[in-house]
């Protein structure tokens, strides 16, 4: 957002003058740009007089709401128990390899995937498992991690 905040201001006035709105408002904003910037987080507290310091606190305690651009697809590895005893830093391994991520970064340079911990996605009768958007894959080996990340391959319109 190059410092046009029409879109986020239709969004602030929905909320404006209603008690407990910083969770949905930031909700609503996220989905402009797919993250919250530290422009619109500055805004929102302009513009509201929430504190800056609040908005950042929620925006960064909840992993719903991202700080940074995301890639298209968001690949979710898990770390709970029954993955991490089914040897899940070999399949996390293998995506960074794959993903050719570099330390610290956790989105490829090509914005086609954002890589994520979480701790349990629920299935764990199938640990080790990952998700992409919404599919989950499981029961998995890091030598499954290339065709899987084939499916999602970004291709440039001509
Ligand atoms: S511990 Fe991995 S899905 Fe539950």
Redesign the pocket.
């Known amino acids: 957002m190059d410092k046009d905040f029409t879109q986020l201001d239709a969004i602030i006035g929905q909320y404006r003058g209603r008690p407990g709105i910083l969770i949905p408002l930031l909700q609503e904003a996220q989905q402009i740009q797919g993250y919250l910037s530290k422009d619109v987080m500055r805004h929102i507290a302009r513009e509201t007089g929430i504190a800056a310091s609040d908005i950042y606190g929620v925006a960064t305690f909840y992993s719903m709401f991202k700080l940074k651009p995301q890639g298209r697809h968001i690949i979710r590895i ?7 005893v ?1 040897d ?1 830093d070999s399949i996390k391994d293998a995506l960074v390899s794959a993903l050719k991520l570099k330390a610290g970064d956790d989105t490829t340079d090509d914005m086609n995937f954002t890589l994520m911990e979480v ?6 009768s ?4 990952i998700m992409i958007d919404d599919t989950t894959y ?1 029961k998995l080996s890091p030598e499954a991690i290339p065709a899987i990340l084939e499916r999602y391959a970004f291709v440039e319109e001509q």
């Not at 898990?78 to 991490?84: E, L, N, P, R, S």
């Not at 701790?119 to 764990?124: D, F, N, P, V």
Request: net charge positive; charged share 5%; proline share 5%.
């Open positions: 898990c770390k709970g128990t029954a993955c991490h089914s899940a701790a349990c996605l629920g299935c764990c199938l640990a080790p498992v499981g």
